[in-house]
């Protein structure tokens, strides 16, 4: 997407610092000392307060242009934490089933998930991301394998199933994981529209991706019911 409304906020920021510097110099030379400390701190502040009001109308029109852009997106999925900087963080709704990303406190991207299924629940708290692994499998859930690679018996739960005599386990695909706690943690999977997984968060491919190369280890993570 357009960086335009960021870029209005530096222009605004190098225009005000523009006229702080020629209204002192106007009024430099006639005032007095005790006038011109008025002068200043009164310009100032109306810095201060422009540039927060430009601050706040960037901040209002990347929302406005996120929810467009989910609209007209078939996952609700968008994404511009490329464009901003500032310390990341996410935040899982368990509710909403969306996972959201933000730079410096701003909302820089969001996605649909599917969390874990009744029985699986996600747990709601404050964690931080303790592991990466771009091409994970799992240790548990997955399929049994004859020797040519063949499933014989698919979506295993190897605590609970017995392996028959020939077969490997083969673990579940999860690409792009950020363990949160536990077994837990953020993938790419698939999202039938609801939770249904064994307790981790599912992603979407793309965006999936995206979140894994824009989070640093320890970056903090909220879920929320």
């Known amino acids: 997407m357009s960086t ?3 870029s ?8 005000l610092a523009f006229c702080l510097l020629v209204l002192l110099s106007t009024f430099g030379t006639s005032c007095t000392v005790t006038e011109q400390r008025t002068i200043g701190r009164q310009a100032d502040a109306w810095r201060q307060n422009a ?3 430009g601050q706040q109308k960037v901040q209002d029109m990347r929302e406005f242009r996120s929810r467009l852009a989910s609209v007209f997106r078939a996952d609700g ?15 899982i709704d368990l509710g909403d089933q969306m996972v959201y990303f933000y730079k410096g406190g701003e909302l820089a991207g969001a996605s649909p ?7 699986y629940d996600t747990r709601p708290g404050r964690y931080s991301i303790i592991e990466k692994d771009i091409d994970h499998k799992s240790s548990i859930y997955g ?9 014989v018996m698919k979506n295993v739960d190897n605590r609970k199933h017995r392996r028959p005599p020939g077969t490997r386990f083969e673990g579940a695909k999860m690409n792009y994981f950020m363990r949160i706690y536990g077994g837990v943690g953020m993938h790419e999977g698939y999202l039938p529209g609801y939770a249904a997984s064994h307790g981790c968060i599912r992603l979407p ?4 991706r995206k979140f894994y190369n824009a989070t640093p ?4 993570v909220s879920i929320v019911p």
Not at 113 to 119: N, V, Y
């Open 51 to 53: 540039f927060r009001y």
């Open 113 to 119: 998930i599917s969390s874990g299924r009744e029985g």
């Open 205 to 208: 491919g793309h965006m999936a």
């Open 77 to 91: 999925s968008f994404w511009e934490a490329d464009e901003m900087r500032g310390r990341p963080s996410i935040k």
């Open 143 to 151: 399929d049994y394998e004859d020797m040519y690679g063949r499933v």
């Open 8 to 15: 209005q906020v530096h222009r605004l920021r190098r225009l």
């Open 217 to 220: 280890m320890g970056t903090p």
């Open 4 to 6: 335009f409304p960021q």
